[in-house]
């Protein structure tokens, strides 16, 4: 139980891909100008990091170390991640035609997307990730921080939309300082959690 607690606060707080490791920055800046499109991407990486750290882990674990060939498994977590990203915008389609155009091109960006590779390759380093369970946990708590941080960043700049600003801090700039904030707050559970 110890262990679970310590992967769910340093997934979405202490080691937080985006204001933390600064992994995930583009669909994080494109995608969070509005409240819905931010919540709406960060559930697609929640599913995608969630499926894809279950699948690479096994996939690793299971196949490409008995073969003797690791030496491949970024190539193979690039087409896992890629093939999730392709399953979730045909259903995305389907049933929520609005949430996919609302995305854009930031919807096949989740392909290129290095946080989703970053916690496929850290659930093969962390010492906490001991098993199939906690890297799929691992990869969900991830997400989860992802779709935090993507969320309070749009709710702050739609707040800053309608705030006076000085012409040359509109739109990127301001932007760029909120998101630096964010980061300097997200810094406090790190040094808290030492």
């Known amino acids: 139980m110890a262990n679970?607690?310590?992967?769910?606060?340093?997934?979405?707080f202490v080691n937080n891909f985006v204001v933390v490791q600064?992994?995930?920055?583009?669909?994080?800046l494109g995608v969070s100008k509005k409240t819905e499109s931010a919540f709406g991407m960060g559930?697609?990486?929640?599913?995608?990091?969630t499926v894809a750290s279950l699948v690479c882990y096994c996939l690793y674990n299971y196949v490409l170390v008995p073969v003797g060939i690791t030496y491949l498994k970024t190539i193979v977590f690039i087409f896992v991640i890629?093939?999730?990203?392709q399953i979730l915008e045909m259903v995305l389609k389907k049933f929520a035609p609005a949430l996919y155009r609302s995305m854009g091109v930031y919807l096949p960006?989740?392909?290129?997307?290095?946080?989703?590779l970053g916690v496929a390759e850290l659930n093969l380093t962390s010492a906490m990730v001991t098993n199939v369970l906690t890297?799929?946990?691992n990869g969900f708590f991830s997400g989860i921080g992802f779709l935090l941080a993507i969320v309070l960043l749009s709710g702050v700049r739609e707040k800053v939309d309608k705030l006076p600003i000085a012409k040359p801090?509109?739109?990127?700039?301001?932007?760029?300082i909120c998101a630096c904030?964010?980061?300097?707050a997200f810094y406090v559970f790190g040094t808290v959690a030492l």
Not at 4 to 12: E, G, N, P
Not at 22 to 28: A, K, N, R, V
Not at 109 to 116: G, H
Request: positive net charge; proline residues 4%; contains cysteine.
């Open 4 to 12: 679970l607690l310590i992967i769910i606060v340093s997934a979405v």
């Open 22 to 28: 600064f992994l995930g920055i583009c669909p994080f």
């Open 43 to 49: 559930v697609a990486v929640i599913f995608v990091m």
């Open 82 to 85: 890629a093939s999730l990203v």
């Open 109 to 116: 960006l989740i392909t290129t997307n290095c946080a989703i």
């Open 135 to 137: 890297a799929t946990l």
């Open 169 to 176: 801090l509109k739109g990127f700039p301001i932007t760029m």
């Open 181 to 184: 904030f964010m980061a300097m």
